[in-house]
């Protein structure tokens, strides 16, 4: 049956001439987000789709479980700064997380109190609160309002003890948070100014951060520019402020490359000093953890591929603290008793207690699963860890620093009836022609008689350690009766910078070939078959989905790529794309434009092929992988498909690239993957 698809104009006049090669880009009138043929085609896409979708009768399941499993009381990790103790709450019947805080962690068990609801916010509650910090001295609350899940912030200011608003906005902000100085005066922000509008649907290309100091109180057009690189918008500045109190530390990266040059401010009586360079050449990564009487504490990968600590005096000359171990290093933190370090062993966190010399080191078990948030400060006893499952999200724990007790708080979220996961069995399998390490999960009591229905997820990039952790629709999955496999692919940080950078630039294609790996070995052990395996992932993960599917079309039953990357010739022309030159390169290069030409998957998709059924899913609002990635792709995919599954588009309204979302969104656009998952792979919800 021929699928008769939403026109797609096609305009066969762009071709562009690119290191020697014509590249054809019929589809580019769609990269302009607020054109009025460009919002056309997305109305009748997205109607088209839900045409489609409405046919489907495992969807009124997958719909009904998505709203069960997201009414289900949750919260987040609690956080102590000066003197308060914060914790993120869902009753699961609001869009948003709301904030509640007490001073003393008792009292936030026993409920404490909303210091602010993101849900007032907007009437769509689709405003999130991206970040929140606290001034030293406890006065003011902090935070950053994402508006529709754009990057782009805007830093407001709460009374801790009275919940009232402080008349003091400071906007234009993106990646980064407020950063106080000691003296509760003033905080750091990283400000982009006259980089376009602020609305989360301009494409532009970001233009350089600059590291600014707001004085409370004063308007943001005094702000000081502390520091700024104009000649090179890449550059990255990320500051925090050392546990003495003596320096703001500065880390100079350029985008996602974790190579890092360190400067330390002295922090004056009037604000900031003349910088210490302690670090000034991009070699190695790293990161300050804390201070040491005169010496730093730092996190690097210097002659160190899975990590170390070391100490370092104001020259950048280092002496080892923890030596580089057979597990990879996540994090460090300073605690009041010394260490925190995070490891990774086969991809599974373990946290660890040391003294402040390295020494005495303890080990403390974690719930196996996935890290979703770790908060220590060298000022405070207690680390507060939060893990999840595949099935069930966050639980709290809280450890001694000191004595390495540790203690589930499971009062932090209120009990609730509704959804009840299923029990489940995990089991580590490694792929033995790459050596692939992946999880398969499924329900304890799933009969394996026969392949099943499978759903294989990966990202393999920016060193993001990939985890058997909670996301709303992996215990829907499971429920249904359906497999889930977690791969760890090259590319990402399970196992310390080689494996890194074994899956980045020239090395990008063997992502793809442990992903394509992992899905013949699944179906060579019969875990699967083509005709039952659905692959997803979101981002750098819906760039993997869109080249295995492009590559390998016959291996799968369904591709469902999420907010992925899939313009590898143009990415680096529209907001923040330069930056993810670490892992892809740029296209201006001659001999990495071949190699973006080679996987990019818009274009290596051909006419007349059989394709897998698609579902792309996107957010309008979008402004770090911008929409025109997603909508270039499936509408050259809907005129190549020569077979009979639908290829379709997805595009969320008012929305970004995940974070913020609310939860009703989360469930029906879950719902609708998990849908249209299980209509062509064959699976029906027992």
Sequence with gaps: MTVEYPESRRDESIVDTLHGHQIADPYRWLEDADAAETKDWVGRQNAFTESMLTQYAERPWFARTMTEILARPRAGVPVHESGWFFVGRNDGTTAQDVVYVADSLAGLLEGGRVLIDPNTLSEAGTDSLGSFTVSPDGRYFAYGINESGSDWTTFRL????????????????????????????????????????????????????????HRIGTPQADDELILSFPDDPRMNIGPVVSDDDRYVVAHLRKGTDPATRLWLYPVTADGLGEPIKVIDEFADEIGFVRMAGERLILRTTRDAPRGRVVSSDLSGNFIDVIPEAEDALLSAYGTA?????????DAQPELRLHDLDGGNTRSIPLARGGLVDLHASATHDEVFVGMSSSTEPTTSYVVSAASGEIEALPLLASSGAGFVAPPITMTRVVEPG???????????????????PTMLYGYGGFRVPIFPDYRPGWPAWLAAGGVLVIANLRGGGEYGSDWYEAGRLKNKQNVFDDFIAV??????????????????????????????????????????????VMDM????????????????????????????????????????????????????????????????????????????APVLTRIEVDTGHGFGKPAAMVASEWADLLAFAAHHTGLQPE
């Design 158 to 213: 709460l009374e801790i003890a009275t919940g009232e608003a402080v008349d003091d906005v400071v906007t234009e902000a993106k990646f980064s948070e407020a950063v106080w100085l000691p003296d509760s005066s003033a905080y750091l922000y990283s400000h982009y100014p006259a980089s376009g509008r602020t609305e989360g649907t301009e494409t532009k290309a970001l233009g350089g951060g600059q590291l600014k100091l």
């Design 337 to 345: 008793a010394g260490l925190a370090t995070l490891y990774l062993v």
């Design 434 to 452: 790459r050596e692939v390490p992946y999880y398969v999960i499924t329900r304890a009591d799933l009969d394996w008689s026969e392949p099943r």
């Design 519 to 564: 899905a013949e070995h699944l179906q060579k052990t019969r875990v699967t078959t083509a005709g039952q395996l659905a692959i997803h992932g979101r981002s750098n993960g819906g760039l993997l989905v869109g080249a295995v599917m492009t590559q390998r079309p016959d291996l799968f039953a369904v591709a469902l790529p999420g907010v992925g």
């Design 569 to 644: 010739l143009r990415f680096h022309l529209f907001t923040v794309g330069a930056a993810w030159a670490s892992d892809f390169g740029l296209p201006d290069d001659p001999d990495q434009f071949e190699d973006l030409l080679a996987y990019s998957p818009l274009h290596n998709l051909h006419d007349g092929t059989t394709y897998p059924a698609t579902l792309v899913v996107t957010g309008d609002h979008d402004d770090r992988v911008v929409p025109l990635h997603s909508h270039k792709f499936i509408a050259t995919l809907q005129h190549a498909q020569a077979g009979s």
